[in-house]
């Protein structure tokens, strides 16, 4: 998480909070060391941030600080609620969390949207303790155009060792497939992520032939979606 989003979590969990917040409480739920919870600590009470407390004893945020509220209609606020409540389908945990803490953030300054209800089937957890490929990972190979090494298996080709240029990931409702140049069959090609066994990111990029690569697929392919063979 960029540091400008976990001070802004920082503040969320502190404004929700009954009690003093420890250090390690924080750096627990941030996923992130307690030296970095000190110096952000320290870093927002340098912009002002009224944020009381110490180290050992816990922190506060002084009664009276809020944010500029989120101006949202009727209709925007139900579409963010259902589209966020999708996430909980795709089988990505990482957007998963991402998607409660947003949730949570337009909870604080407008009223739940409860009685809209999403029903939560649709594609497996990406659990790594059940063997699945991160699709975090995954995302962040498209995002920093680096190459990806798969182990893949698909019933016309069987299990095959691939190095690909992802380019996007697309969530059907109930799987996610990734987008790629496969250097294995020199063509674009679509899979499907429950059939990856593995998926290690390489130390090899292709930031400047990215996007032209991504342009080519969106005319080649558009939203016609064919699985790799």
Not at 19 to 48: C, F, G, H, N, W
Request: glycine content about 8%.
């Amino acid at each position: 998480m960029p540091r400008t989003g976990r001070l802004f979590e920082i503040i969320q969990i502190l404004r929700s909070a009954a009690a003093p917040v420890r250090a390690e409480d924080l750096a627990e739920k941030l996923e992130v060391s307690k030296r970095t919870i000190y110096r952000d600590i320290s870093a927002l009470q340098a912009m002002r941030t009224p944020v009381e407390g110490e180290a050992g004893i816990g922190y506060i945020l002084r009664k009276g600080y809020d944010l500029p509220p989120l101006n949202f209609d009727e209709e925007e606020l139900e579409a963010l609620h259902v589209g966020l409540a999708m996430l909980m389908r795709t089988g990505d945990g990482a957007l998963q969390k991402a998607a409660e803490r947003v949730s949570h953030k337009i909870c604080c300054v407008h009223d739940s949207a409860d009685w809209l209800q999403v029903a939560p089937w649709g594609a497996p957890l990406d659990d790594p303790d059940q063997g699945c490929v991160s699709k975090a990972l995954l995302r962040q190979a498209v995002r920093d155009s680096r190459k990806l090494r798969i182990t893949y298996a698909s019933p016309e080709s069987g299990e095959t060792c691939r190095t690909l240029r992802p380019l996007a990931l697309i969530y059907h409702i109930e799987c996610t497939m990734l987008a790629a140049w496969c250097e294995l069959r020199g063509g674009f090609r679509h899979f499907r992520t429950d059939r990856m066994f593995a998926a290690e990111m390489l130390e090899g990029g292709f930031v400047p032939e990215a996007g032209a690569l991504r342009k080519l697929w969106m005319e080649q392919e558009g939203w016609d979606f064919a699985f790799a063979p």
